[in-house]
Protein backbone atom coordinates (compact mmCIF):
# COMPACT_ATOMS: atom_id res chain seq x y z
CA UNK A 1 0.00 0.00 0.00
CA UNK A 2 1.21 3.36 -1.00
CA UNK A 3 1.62 5.72 1.70
CA UNK A 4 3.16 9.28 2.22
CA UNK A 5 2.90 10.90 5.78
CA UNK A 6 3.58 13.77 6.40
CA UNK A 7 4.92 15.19 9.73
CA UNK A 8 5.70 18.62 11.77
CA UNK A 9 2.93 21.23 11.33
CA UNK A 10 1.65 23.38 13.82
CA UNK A 11 1.30 26.92 15.57
CA UNK A 12 4.01 29.55 15.17
CA UNK A 13 4.44 33.08 15.19
CA UNK A 14 5.27 34.96 12.29
CA UNK A 15 8.64 35.41 11.81
CA UNK A 16 9.32 31.35 13.09
CA UNK A 17 10.53 28.15 11.32
CA UNK A 18 8.65 24.89 10.82
CA UNK A 19 10.16 22.02 9.29
CA UNK A 20 7.94 19.79 7.63
CA UNK A 21 8.82 15.90 6.73
CA UNK A 22 7.25 13.39 4.29
CA UNK A 23 7.97 9.89 4.87
CA UNK A 24 6.86 6.89 2.30
CA UNK A 25 6.40 3.67 2.14
CA UNK A 26 4.91 1.46 -0.73
CA UNK A 27 6.29 4.16 -3.54
CA UNK A 28 9.11 4.30 -5.78
CA UNK A 29 10.57 7.34 -3.84
CA UNK A 30 13.85 7.40 -5.73
CA UNK A 31 12.27 7.43 -8.90
CA UNK A 32 10.43 10.45 -8.30
CA UNK A 33 10.26 13.90 -8.44
CA UNK A 34 8.21 14.91 -5.37
CA UNK A 35 6.33 18.12 -4.20
CA UNK A 36 5.00 20.12 -1.44
CA UNK A 37 1.32 21.22 -2.61
CA UNK A 38 -0.60 23.52 0.32
CA UNK A 39 -4.64 24.16 0.56
CA UNK A 40 -4.76 27.65 2.29
CA UNK A 41 -8.36 29.67 2.80
CA UNK A 42 -7.31 32.62 0.31
CA UNK A 43 -5.32 31.46 -2.33
CA UNK A 44 -7.18 27.35 -2.44
CA UNK A 45 -4.91 24.58 -3.56
CA UNK A 46 -1.26 26.22 -4.62
CA UNK A 47 1.95 24.36 -5.59
CA UNK A 48 4.80 24.79 -3.24
CA UNK A 49 8.30 23.45 -4.38
CA UNK A 50 9.59 20.73 -6.74
CA UNK A 51 12.60 18.68 -6.22
CA UNK A 52 14.20 16.40 -8.59
CA UNK A 53 14.89 12.33 -8.04
CA UNK A 54 18.30 13.16 -6.89
CA UNK A 55 17.89 16.71 -5.46
CA UNK A 56 19.88 18.20 -8.02
CA UNK A 57 17.04 20.80 -9.23
CA UNK A 58 14.42 22.04 -6.99
CA UNK A 59 11.82 24.51 -8.17
CA UNK A 60 9.90 27.19 -5.97
CA UNK A 61 6.86 29.52 -6.25
CA UNK A 62 7.78 33.39 -5.95
CA UNK A 63 6.39 33.60 -3.03
CA UNK A 64 8.34 31.17 -1.06
CA UNK A 65 11.69 31.66 -2.50
CA UNK A 66 14.24 32.41 0.02
CA UNK A 67 12.81 31.91 2.69
CA UNK A 68 11.61 28.04 2.01
CA UNK A 69 13.69 24.89 1.00
CA UNK A 70 12.82 21.32 -0.20
CA UNK A 71 15.00 18.03 0.59
CA UNK A 72 15.03 14.53 0.39
CA UNK A 73 16.61 12.06 1.63
CA UNK A 74 16.37 9.20 -0.85
CA UNK A 75 18.13 6.31 1.96
CA UNK A 76 14.75 7.37 4.22
CA UNK A 77 13.06 7.33 1.35
CA UNK A 78 11.38 10.73 3.06
CA UNK A 79 10.78 14.64 1.81
CA UNK A 80 11.21 17.61 3.73
CA UNK A 81 10.34 21.20 3.32
CA UNK A 82 12.33 23.97 5.70
CA UNK A 83 9.91 27.14 6.09
CA UNK A 84 11.64 30.09 7.35
CA UNK A 85 10.50 33.10 7.75
CA UNK A 86 6.95 32.78 8.25
CA UNK A 87 4.04 34.83 7.24
CA UNK A 88 0.37 34.56 8.04
CA UNK A 89 -0.59 33.85 4.30
CA UNK A 90 1.19 31.01 4.74
CA UNK A 91 -1.29 29.79 7.02
CA UNK A 92 -2.53 25.85 5.35
CA UNK A 93 -2.59 22.51 5.08
CA UNK A 94 0.42 21.63 3.06
CA UNK A 95 0.90 18.51 1.53
CA UNK A 96 3.07 15.86 -0.06
CA UNK A 97 2.60 14.41 -3.23
CA UNK A 98 4.56 12.49 -6.04
CA UNK A 99 5.96 13.86 -9.30
CA UNK A 100 4.01 17.51 -10.21
CA UNK A 101 7.44 18.35 -12.83
CA UNK A 102 5.96 17.01 -16.14
CA UNK A 103 3.37 14.71 -14.49
CA UNK A 104 0.39 15.28 -12.59
CA UNK A 105 0.69 15.24 -8.67
CA UNK A 106 0.21 11.54 -7.51
CA UNK A 107 0.17 10.11 -4.82
CA UNK A 108 -0.73 12.40 -2.34
CA UNK A 109 -0.33 12.71 1.52
CA UNK A 110 -2.85 13.34 4.37
CA UNK A 111 -1.59 16.53 4.89
CA UNK A 112 -0.01 18.48 8.04
CA UNK A 113 -1.85 22.03 9.20
CA UNK A 114 0.64 24.70 9.88
CA UNK A 115 -0.83 28.17 11.78
CA UNK A 116 1.44 31.24 11.23
CA UNK A 117 -0.24 33.59 14.55
CA UNK A 118 0.63 35.69 17.25
CA UNK B 1 1.03 31.90 -15.00
CA UNK B 2 -1.85 30.39 -16.33
CA UNK B 3 -5.11 30.67 -14.97
CA UNK B 4 -7.81 28.02 -14.54
CA UNK B 5 -11.56 29.21 -14.36
CA UNK B 6 -13.78 26.26 -13.12
CA UNK B 7 -17.35 26.36 -13.40
CA UNK B 8 -19.78 26.18 -11.75
CA UNK B 9 -18.70 27.01 -8.33
CA UNK B 10 -20.93 24.95 -6.82
CA UNK B 11 -23.29 22.40 -8.66
CA UNK B 12 -26.17 20.03 -6.71
CA UNK B 13 -27.24 17.42 -8.59
CA UNK B 14 -29.40 13.71 -7.41
CA UNK B 15 -27.97 10.48 -7.26
CA UNK B 16 -27.65 9.11 -11.07
CA UNK B 17 -27.48 11.65 -12.61
CA UNK B 18 -24.78 13.30 -14.89
CA UNK B 19 -22.93 16.26 -13.72
CA UNK B 20 -20.71 18.47 -16.08
CA UNK B 21 -17.82 20.52 -14.80
CA UNK B 22 -16.12 23.28 -16.90
CA UNK B 23 -12.18 23.93 -16.58
CA UNK B 24 -11.33 27.22 -18.78
CA UNK B 25 -6.88 27.99 -19.39
CA UNK B 26 -6.36 31.57 -19.84
CA UNK B 27 -3.59 30.45 -22.88
CA UNK B 28 -3.57 27.06 -24.53
CA UNK B 29 -2.14 23.80 -22.45
CA UNK B 30 -2.97 21.25 -25.01
CA UNK B 31 -3.88 18.76 -23.22
CA UNK B 32 -1.96 18.75 -20.09
CA UNK B 33 -5.11 19.08 -17.51
CA UNK B 34 -5.91 16.99 -14.58
CA UNK B 35 -8.52 16.42 -12.73
CA UNK B 36 -8.44 16.21 -8.53
CA UNK B 37 -11.62 14.83 -6.13
CA UNK B 38 -11.02 16.25 -3.06
CA UNK B 39 -14.10 14.50 -0.74
CA UNK B 40 -14.92 16.16 2.67
CA UNK B 41 -11.83 16.22 5.24
CA UNK B 42 -9.27 14.15 2.87
CA UNK B 43 -6.86 14.97 0.89
CA UNK B 44 -7.02 15.45 -2.98
CA UNK B 45 -6.67 12.11 -5.20
CA UNK B 46 -5.86 12.19 -8.50
CA UNK B 47 -8.89 11.16 -10.78
CA UNK B 48 -8.29 11.91 -15.00
CA UNK B 49 -4.71 12.88 -16.37
CA UNK B 50 -4.10 14.38 -19.70
CA UNK B 51 -7.06 15.49 -20.27
CA UNK B 52 -8.87 12.18 -20.91
CA UNK B 53 -7.06 9.72 -19.08
CA UNK B 54 -8.58 7.84 -15.67
CA UNK B 55 -6.08 7.25 -12.96
CA UNK B 56 -5.65 3.65 -11.64
CA UNK B 57 -8.77 2.24 -9.59
CA UNK B 58 -11.22 5.29 -10.84
CA UNK B 59 -14.34 4.36 -11.62
CA UNK B 60 -15.40 4.72 -15.31
CA UNK B 61 -18.02 6.97 -14.48
CA UNK B 62 -15.54 9.36 -14.71
CA UNK B 63 -14.30 10.70 -17.81
CA UNK B 64 -12.47 13.77 -19.27
CA UNK B 65 -12.18 15.47 -22.43
CA UNK B 66 -11.39 18.49 -24.57
CA UNK B 67 -7.97 20.70 -25.06
CA UNK B 68 -6.35 23.68 -25.67
CA UNK B 69 -8.63 25.87 -23.52
CA UNK B 70 -11.73 24.10 -22.68
CA UNK B 71 -12.14 20.72 -20.55
CA UNK B 72 -14.68 18.84 -19.46
CA UNK B 73 -15.24 16.62 -16.33
CA UNK B 74 -18.41 14.47 -16.64
CA UNK B 75 -20.01 12.04 -14.04
CA UNK B 76 -22.14 9.96 -15.96
CA UNK B 77 -24.20 9.06 -13.20
CA UNK B 78 -23.87 10.73 -9.34
CA UNK B 79 -23.29 7.88 -6.66
CA UNK B 80 -22.79 9.49 -2.75
CA UNK B 81 -19.60 9.06 -2.45
CA UNK B 82 -18.77 11.31 -5.33
CA UNK B 83 -19.96 14.29 -2.88
CA UNK B 84 -16.55 16.71 -3.00
CA UNK B 85 -14.66 19.57 -4.41
CA UNK B 86 -13.01 18.80 -7.83
CA UNK B 87 -9.80 20.70 -9.22
CA UNK B 88 -8.60 20.76 -12.59
CA UNK B 89 -4.77 21.80 -12.71
CA UNK B 90 -2.47 22.46 -16.11
CA UNK B 91 1.09 21.30 -15.72
CA UNK B 92 2.44 22.41 -19.30
CA UNK B 93 3.16 25.63 -17.80
CA UNK B 94 5.42 27.12 -15.03
CA UNK B 95 4.31 26.97 -12.26
CA UNK B 96 1.92 24.46 -12.18
CA UNK B 97 -1.62 26.13 -11.19
CA UNK B 98 -4.91 24.98 -10.40
CA UNK B 99 -8.20 26.00 -10.49
CA UNK B 100 -10.58 27.53 -7.93
CA UNK B 101 -12.75 24.13 -7.70
CA UNK B 102 -16.42 23.35 -7.89
CA UNK B 103 -18.49 21.98 -5.32
CA UNK B 104 -20.55 19.00 -6.15
CA UNK B 105 -23.55 18.63 -3.50
CA UNK B 106 -25.50 15.10 -3.83
CA UNK B 107 -29.43 15.79 -2.97
Known amino acids: EVQLVESGGGLVQPGGSLRLSCATSGFPFRNHWMSWVRQTPVKGLEWVAT????????NYVDSVKGRFTISRDNSKNSLYLQMNSLRLDDTGIYYC???????????WGQGTLVTVSS | EVVLTQSPATLSLSPGERATLSCRASQSISTYLAWYQQRPGQAPRLLIY???NRATGIPARFSGSGSETDFTLTISSLEPEDLAVYYCQQRIRWPPTFGQGTRLEIK
Open chain 1, 97 to 107: AGDGSNSPFDP
Open chain 1, 51 to 58: IKEDGSMK
Open chain 2, 50 to 52: DAS
